[in-house]
């Protein structure tokens, strides 16, 4: 791809950059305050192809779909009550915007921790790192969210390694989704799920975007 021609695009893409950056920073301060309503305020739901997908949780795809996984999944995993946190850090960022302006795609390294109910009602501490692969585009001016992608990289009670953890008869952390009404399950399957295991090798997945002219939809997250 050649570089941007003028300083006056330079700087515009720098600033695109930076508001991508803040957008998913907004999402994860509105994450961990539990403002699941407020989150989808970031998606682009006047697209009707916007998509949540999370790990091995499954795939929402649509408007009404991110609804139902950001208000009606993640708000009953992680109801209100004393002590409850989920905070996921965004670490090592690549960011491109398409060279037309009109999107961007990312990448993030997310080490978390949570506090959520388990199945009994009681509290759980578990660590939950993941990647992200999103990609992102603009809605009445603004950059929004149109695809996100967690990729789990391992989650393990937080007296436990992730090696303990990959091991056969081993107490997990979320390694299933019974919990989650028929009404709220997302509908696409997940398409990749690969967490650590001691009998796997690690994947480049996702890989971080390369420069781009437009967006393809065969590359989307």
Partial sequence: MEP???????????????????????????HTAGMHKEV?????????????????????????AV???????????EHVQYGVMAVHALASPVIEVAEDGKTARAVWVSPGFESIPERNGELGATWCWCKYGCDFT???????IWH????????????????????????????????VPDE???????????????????????APPEPYKTFDKKKRY
């Fill in 4 to 30: 941007t021609k003028n300083l006056e695009e330079r700087i515009k893409r720098v600033e695109d950059m930076l508001e991508v950056q803040n957008l998913m920073g907004r999402y994860e301060y509105m």
């Fill in 40 to 64: 989808l305020d970031l998606y682009a739901l006047k697209s009707a192809d916007v998509s949540m997908e999370i790990a091995h949780w499954g795939k929402w795809e649509g408007p009404e």
């Fill in 67 to 77: 609804r139902k996984a950001m208000v009606g999944v993640h708000q009953q995993a």
């Fill in 138 to 144: 603009k809605e009445d001016g603004k950059w929004k």
């Fill in 148 to 179: 996100s992608h967690v990729y789990r990289i391992f989650d393990t009670p937080y007296d436990q390694s992730w090696v303990e953890t990959s091991k056969p008869g081993a107490r997990r952390a979320l390694v299933d989704t019974d919990w």
């Fill in 184 to 206: 709220l399950r997302g509908n696409r399957p997940t398409t990749y799920d690969h967490p650590y295991s001691i009998s796997s090798l690690p994947e480049y997945v996702p």
